[in-house]
């Protein structure tokens, strides 16, 4: 069984800073894919970021970059989202999520699918 918990979310005002933190438990991550993904009120859960567990390799979508960065460190089993210059439009509630397998050529990280590990979600919102 595997468990995601994030923290870190909060209130923050237009041009803020926030960084979320996801730490993984129950299994051993060394090849799998790490996502965030958040859902606003009444939309659609949506993919913002994803990062291989090995290389690093990143993926975001348009809207965040250079605004949002992923990380991770490995030996804490823990993955981050650096958000900078926070828009109204990023408030929704950011969920953690995990693959079950090892990162391969063809793999969807922007699909719900691919992750069936998820966390609860924290809250972020940012104010105008």
């Known amino acids: 069984q595997v468990q995601l918990v994030e923290s870190g979310g909060g209130l923050v005002q237009t041009g803020g800073s926030l960084r979320l933190s996801c730490v993984a438990s129950?299994?051993?991550?060394?090849?799998?894919?790490m996502a965030w993904f958040r859902q606003a009120p009444g939309k659609e859960r949506e993919f913002v970021t994803a990062?291989?567990?090995?290389?690093?390799?990143?993926y975001y979508r348009d809207s965040v970059k250079g605004r949002f960065t992923i990380s991770r460190d490995n030996a804490k089993n823990t993955m981050y989202l650096q958000m900078n210059t926070l828009k109204p439009k990023d408030t929704a509630v950011y969920y953690c999520?995990?693959?079950?397998?090892?990162?391969?050529?063809?793999?969807?990280?922007?699909?719900?699918?691919?992750?069936?590990?998820w966390g609860q979600g924290t809250q972020v919102t940012v104010s105008s």
């Open positions: 999520a995990a693959s079950r397998h090892p990162y391969y050529s063809g793999f969807e990280y922007y699909a719900k699918g691919e992750y069936p590990y």
């Open positions: 129950g299994r051993t991550f060394s090849s799998n894919v």
């Open positions: 990062i291989t567990w090995i290389g690093g390799r990143t």
